[in-house]
């Protein structure tokens, strides 16, 4: 049985990290999302949220779970029984990060391989920072993520002032 874990940190989740994972669960007998507690950047939403939100756009299955983990990826994808560990790009300079981090990944775990997955050209755009500052900005995300997302960030941003996106002003 080919087990693939797909790590990140899905603050939000965003259509991108949708698109990636259904693809995935394709490719392999069992998918496990795992939402990293502890990043080392700042989160709007927390872990528990963070999982919820996953698992109310995938659902939990037989062959698909969505669980928070913490630690290293590679004890994480040993302690889910994975030889795999699925990221998705979007452009070139996220090749050049997942590279190095599958081949560190590769020193630690050498039965653990990293398979990338390109995003749908419809995607191609969307990060979780972006969609953060459009909300905050109070954009229109309701095609980048799914509506429990866009709710919860139109709730957190509600009461946030109006700021512009990156970028010159008009």
């Known amino acids: 049985m080919a087990i693939a874990i797909y790590p990140g940190t899905f603050d939000p989740i ?22 990293y507690d502890t990043p080392n950047k700042a989160v709007l939403f927390t872990t528990e949220e963070r ?36 990221r998705g790009l979007r452009v070139t300079y ?4 997942e590279y190095q981090m599958a081949l560190t990944n590769r020193k630690l775990a050498p039965a653990i391989d990293t398979v990338c997955l390109m ?3 419809e995607h191609a755009f969307l990060s979780s920072t972006i969609v953060k500052d459009v909300a905050r900005a109070g954009g229109n995300i309701q095609c980048m993520v799914p509506e429990p997302v866009a709710a919860a960030l139109s709730e957190r941003f509600a009461s946030a002032p109006k700021t512009p996106l990156n970028g010159p002003e008009g």
């Not at 965003?14 to 939402?35: E, N, P, Q, S, W």
């Not at 669980?67 to 795999?84: C, D, H, I, K, N």
């Open 119 to 121: 995003t749908s050209l």
């Open 51 to 86: 999982v919820r939100f996953f698992r109310a756009a995938v659902g939990d299955s037989a062959s698909t779970m969505v669980v928070p983990y913490s630690g290293l990826t590679v004890e994480f994808a040993r302690a889910q029984g994975a030889s795999v560990i699925v």
């Open 14 to 35: 965003h259509h991108g990290h949708l698109d990636i994972a259904r693809r995935a669960a394709c490719l392999f007998d069992k998918l496990v999302i795992g939402v």
């Open 94 to 97: 996220d090749f050049e990060y």
